[in-house]
């Protein structure tokens, strides 16, 4: 379920039909449009999940800066009571989600639910009750051997300085080249040596906007996403994403559009992560399309 590389091919994408002033974006392909009409039909069937970084909130620099987009809490505070559930599908640890997007105690947000570390941890609004396993064996000892394998990589002189570590919460480690004076080629410098270093202690590498996470295996997006939808009951869900670790989720959705689920497939668009764009029904301009869709759906829906 969470690998993209076994999905079926995307279906070609048509023109996109003219839309009336305030309606939703009209997906560019036919499934696409079929979801949408589902779930604007059936709301209480349906669920929205989202990514967080990138999708709700802007990619900054310092990670610990990000926050949700200033329009994305009331947008999901209009929009969630009127569906099934909706869920903020990450990486990071699940209490940092709630605290960057400043989604606790929110009015209307009672059907919220942040999957974390790729749905390794959960956090519900309605109680504010945190779930986490316990820390992989694997973070400790990785932690303990990255200065090394940092400093011989040579990432802390010339072009590649700038090179950042985002720890989080026992449980993954981050490598992020953003800052550095060539994030790709710090990017492409450190993906050998930080995977044979993962592969050392039974974790992965998942690849992302000039970031290399390393974290336990078994869970991804697909897998995760798919577990909730069926948890929800849901018969419609609308995703959207903006990074490499998203395609799980889109090949999920794909997979459940095939066993008759009505799926929309949405890209958060930058000019750094085609792949996406490629796979989606539609593709908005980053987070602020990603919060003028969710608010024209909550439009929408209170006109039903």
């Not at 009015?107 to 504010?128: F, K």
Request: a negative charge; proline letters at 9%.
């Amino acid at each position: 379920m969470g690998s993209s590389q076994n999905a079926a091919p995307h279906p070609e994408p048509t023109p996109e039909p003219q839309r009336a002033p305030g309606s939703p974006p009209a997906p560019r392909t036919p499934a696409g449009r079929d979801g949408l009409a589902a779930l604007l039909a059936h709301p209480e069937r349906a669920v929205v999940a989202l990514d967080f970084d990138g999708t709700l909130a802007d990619i900054v620099p310092d990670p610990e800066q990000a926050r949700a987009h200033s329009g994305a809490v009331a947008a999901l505070g209009r929009l969630v009571p009127r569906l099934r559930a909706a869920a903020v599908l990450t990486g990071r640890p699940a209490a940092v989600a709630v605290r960057l997007g400043g989604f606790a105690s929110v009015p209307g947000l009672d059907h919220l639910t942040v999957l974390g570390h790729y749905g390794a941890e959960r956090w519900e609004a309605a109680t504010g009750a945190l779930d986490a396993p316990p820390p992989h064996p694997g973070i400790a000892a990785l932690e303990a051997e990255l200065p090394g394998v940092l400093d011989s990589s040579g990432v802390w002189h010339g072009p590649w300085t700038g090179t950042a570590v985002e720890r989080k919460g026992g449980r993954a480690l981050a490598v992020h080249t953003r800052r550095a004076e060539d994030p790709q080629g710090t990017f492409e410098r450190l993906r050998d040596p930080l995977t044979a270093l993962a592969e050392r202690h039974g974790l992965i590498v998942e690849p992302g906007r000039y970031v290399l996470e390393l974290r336990p295996p078994g869970m991804d997006k697909g897998v995760a996403l798919a577990d909730w939808i069926r948890e929800t009951g849901a018969s419609t869900v609308l995703y959207a994403g903006d990074d490499l670790g998203d395609l799980a989720a889109f090949a999920a959705v794909d997979q459940l559009r095939a066993q008759g689920l009505s799926g929309v497939l949405v890209c958060s668009g930058s000019d750094e992560v085609t792949e996406l764009a490629d796979r989606a029904d539609l593709v908005v301009d980053g987070p602020t399309g990603v919060v003028a869709l969710l608010g024209a759906l909550a439009d929408r829906l209170a006109d039903r």
